[in-house]
């Protein structure tokens, strides 16, 4: 794919991800669903609001770089399996949303946060077959997932 197409089509997907998910976020445009995320019980651990916003618009840049990355290498089997666990990933920034804010769901919200950590797993460790940028570029979501599906894990144990 040549590399302004590349660039219009990992943006795209990585930013609609992104305000795909912000529309079930609890900001003051959802007023109900601020005020259900404010009274549930979470653990000490849990980042001030603003701490989400701002990690997932970096992760989100990252993910669009690294979606950028793959898009631009050589057809492969492993190019392949990497671009399918990035759509996957992408797929589950809103999803997380939906489950948790939209449905107040914390149990399928924390499945969403596992399914995603597999996959951004499965996503560097493809990437790391196909560009070396990308599978660095992919790394830190792990290590952002391993601590939201712990946090996630944590909420759903103190208000099920």
């Not at 991800?17 to 445009?29: D, E, I, K, T, V």
């Not at 990035?86 to 149990?107: E, M, N, Q």
Request: aromatic content about 12%; overall charge positive.
């Amino acid at each position: 794919m040549q590399k302004s197409a590349a660039a219009i089509v990992a943006g795209v997907a990585a930013a609609g991800a992104l305000l795909a998910g912000s529309r079930f976020n609890p900001g003051p445009q959802h007023p109900g669903t601020a005020l259900w995320y404010a009274r549930l019980e979470k653990p000490d651990f849990t980042p001030p609001g603003p701490v989400f916003g701002l990690a997932w618009t970096a992760l989100d840049g990252l993910l669009g770089y690294t979606g950028y990355r793959l898009l631009t290498r050589r057809r492969s089997i492993a190019r392949r399996w990497a671009l399918g666990a990035w759509l996957l990933t992408l797929f589950g920034i809103p999803a997380f949303s939906w489950r948790f804010f939209g449905g107040h769901r914390s149990d399928e919200a924390l499945g969403v946060s596992a399914t995603m950590l597999a996959s951004s797993v499965g996503l560097t460790a493809a990437a790391s077959e196909v560009d070396r940028n990308a599978m660095i570029a992919s790394a830190p979501l792990i290590a952002w997932l391993i601590f939201a599906t712990a946090l996630q894990e944590e909420v759903w144990r103190r208000n099920r």
